[in-house]
């Protein structure tokens, strides 16, 4: 149910009329919605229906055809590949289903280097980055490397890093995808601990269970159109 501070709250992500097309292929086709500040939504649809090229609109990492993208009041149409790319570092977290860590560097430096490349010294960096393990309980792997990590160590990992820059936006594409049931539970308690203390989530997924556990609002996205919108109840 929406609430009057429900509507009061800052829009976070708008689109309006978003089409893209590949080719003569439809992926988007007059896409329109809102997630407004500390609101957790899930996108669900069949492979193919255009959810995960809505993720990368959003995200900024694919441009519409035609319609406007704007996130955190930034018209992102607006932006060149490096205005896109800062604002990505600043204002939008992002968690993958295979992680995308960096194989090469312990689990402190993958978090510490999305702050670095914002500017941040090395030495303020890092003390966030154990904050975040820290408070992600897996502050002892710091120094572990990314193949001596389980799947859940892993992708808490991600979330660390994704969180560096106290982003606007936490994007999540199918975040428990490649985990086992164990570890994706643990992923499901922390996005709901993290939407509880106001982050703003999409996350995309086929995961009904991941759906109702995590998200406020679903959206099921079919032929490249939002089909049906719908608010969930929380469940256990």
């Known amino acids: 149910m929406t609430t009057d501070s429900d509507s ?22 007059g896409v329109s919605l809102e997630i407004r500040a500390g609101e957790a939504v899930a996108v669900m649809g069949p492979s193919g229906c255009g959810k995960s090229t809505l993720l990368n609109m959003v995200a900024g990492l694919d441009r519409p055809t035609s319609g406007t993208v704007r996130v955190h009041g930034e018209d992102l149409g607006r932006l060149n590949e490096t205005g896109l790319a800062l604002f990505r570092r600043r204002h939008v977290g992002m968690i993958f289903q295979f992680f995308n860590l960096i194989d090469d560097l312990p689990a402190l430096d993958n978090v510490a280097l999305a702050a670095q490349l914002t500017g941040t ?3 303020q960096a890092r ?4 904050e975040l ?14 193949a001596a990590l389980s799947g859940g160590e892993r992708q808490r ?36 601990d993290l939407n509880q203390i106001g982050q703003t989530l999409l996350i995309v997924t086929h995961d009904p269970h991941l759906a109702t556990r995590c998200a406020s609002r679903l ?11 719908s608010t969930l109840e929380p469940t256990a």
Not at 22 to 29: M, N, Q, S, T, V
């Open 133 to 146: 393990l820290d408070e992600l309980g897996i502050a002892g792997r710091k120094d572990t490397y990314p």
């Open 219 to 229: 959206i099921e996205v079919a032929d490249g159109r939002v089909a049906r919108e």
């Open 8 to 29: 009061s709250r800052q829009v976070v992500v708008r689109l309006e009329g978003v089409h893209k097309d590949y080719g003569d292929a439809k992926a988007l086709d």
């Open 121 to 123: 010294s090395a030495r």
């Open 157 to 192: 990992v991600a979330v660390a890093r994704a969180l560096m820059n106290r982003p606007a936006l936490l994007l999540a594409d199918e975040p428990t995808g490649a985990l086992d049931s164990r570890s994706g539970e643990q992923v499901m308690d922390l996005l709901i």
């Open 127 to 130: 003390r966030r980055a154990l």
